[in-house]
């Protein structure tokens, strides 16, 4: 199956990559790459500052090293990665020093929507174009970005809603015995805001349950720690939507030690966990044994594809401004296998050994 295999090669790559580069690339997310210097002594290179958002997730490394491969010197480009460790500060003071360096081109994958202006304002008034990757800015003046690439998250959300809303029905539970929390992102961030949103207007529309929203940050030790929270305040959660696979595999613990059994056989008692990604090893193996009930996909291979719009951009044309990447939905449960959103349907494809 194409798409199986299109899955496969992604974890592949994801997972060869990571594994590859061993404790080296640990470094390199967690650390900066390049100077001014680096950067002069870089001569024709085209030069690209990266401001990477973080190293939250398996996700946000398989992101980071697409990127890392795709902008090399063989290649004729100078990368200068800079590891915002989730703060927005960190990401403006190295966009600021992007300016400083003089680079040709700025690429910023933002931690959150909002508080941009002021610093893309500046890379413009640098002559400095800017390319968003993964998530978005809320900025009063789309000029300020030349266009970006990333997911369409809240269409992520609605086609696991709609995965949901079938599996149940098959399943003859009435919507109003869905008893959902939703582990959310890191709040305020184009992913979170999509995903989530998703999910409340799909519990609004059917009548389901939407117990908490709460913030796991896009990681596992939060996940974890929401969820034993969660399953303090509340003895009825049947639906676990966790907006990352990281926080999928945090809460999967969590429910496993308080006792209670994780799975798809909601009627006898077990709770059901569904996420997003699609990249990390564990999450994949949970999805095959039926811990992670559906899983929609989130590709984080940009680099070639922000490549692609950079060298646009040296030719002198004009990129789209948004470009979407086409994702998938998982799930190990046969019984769903396809979902349909605003009209389009969407097939629901098996995670094969
Ligand atoms: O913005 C993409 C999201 O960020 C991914 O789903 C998540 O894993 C990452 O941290």
Not at 35 to 54: C, P
Not at 317 to 332: A, C, G, I, Q, W
Request: charged fraction near 25%; proline fraction near 2%.
């Amino acid at each position: 199956m194409k798409t199986v295999a299109n899955l496969a090669m992604v974890l592949l790559l994801s997972v060869a990559l990571i594994a590859g580069c061993g404790s080296s690339s640990a470094q390199k997310d967690s650390g900066d790459s390049g100077s001014s210097l680096e950067s002069k002594e870089a001569g024709k290179l085209i030069t690209v500052g990266f401001s990477q958002l973080g190293a939250e997730s398996d996700w946000r490394s398989a992101n980071t090293i697409s990127m890392q491969s795709a902008f090399v010197p063989e290649e004729g480009y100078n990368l200068i990665y800079k590891n915002g460790q989730q703060k927005q500060v960190n990401q403006i003071t190295a966009i600021r020093t992007f300016i400083q360096q003089e680079v040709d081109y700025i690429v910023l994958a933002p931690v959150t929507e909002s508080g941009w202006d002021s610093v893309l304002g500046e890379a413009r008034d640098a002559g400095i174009p800017v390319i968003l990757v993964d998530r978005r800015v809320d900025v009063a003046d789309k000029t300020l970005y030349s266009c970006w690439v990333g997911s369409d998250f809240e269409l992520e959300g609605r086609k696991m809603a709609a995965w949901i809303d079938s599996y149940t029905k098959r399943i003859g539970l009435d919507a109003s015995e869905l008893h959902i929390v939703n582990i959310q992102g890191t709040i305020g961030s184009t992913a979170q805001i999509g995903r989530t949103r998703g999910l409340a207007n799909a519990a609004r529309e059917n009548g389901w349950d939407l117990m908490a929203e709460v913030s796991g940050d896009f990681t596992e030790t939060k996940g974890r720690e929401v969820m034993a929270g969660l399953l303090k305040r509340f003895d009825n959660i049947n639906i676990v939507y966790c907006e990352n696979d990281n926080e999928a595999i945090g809460a999967i613990d969590a429910i496993e030690a308080a006792g209670k059994k994780v799975g798809s056989n909601i009627r006898k008692g077990e709770i059901m966990v569904v996420s997003f990604d699609g990249v990390n090893k564990e999450a994949l193996d949970y999805a095959k044994e039926g811990k992670i009930s559906c899983i929609a996909e989130c590709n984080p291979l940009h680099g070639p594809r922000v490549r692609a719009l950079v060298d646009m951009l040296v030719e002198g044309e004009t990129p789209d401004k948004f470009n979407y990447v086409d994702e998938r939905l998982f799930s190990s449960i046969p019984d769903v296998t396809e979902v349909k959103v605003d009209g389009v349907s969407y097939p629901v494809q098996g995670i094969d050994e």
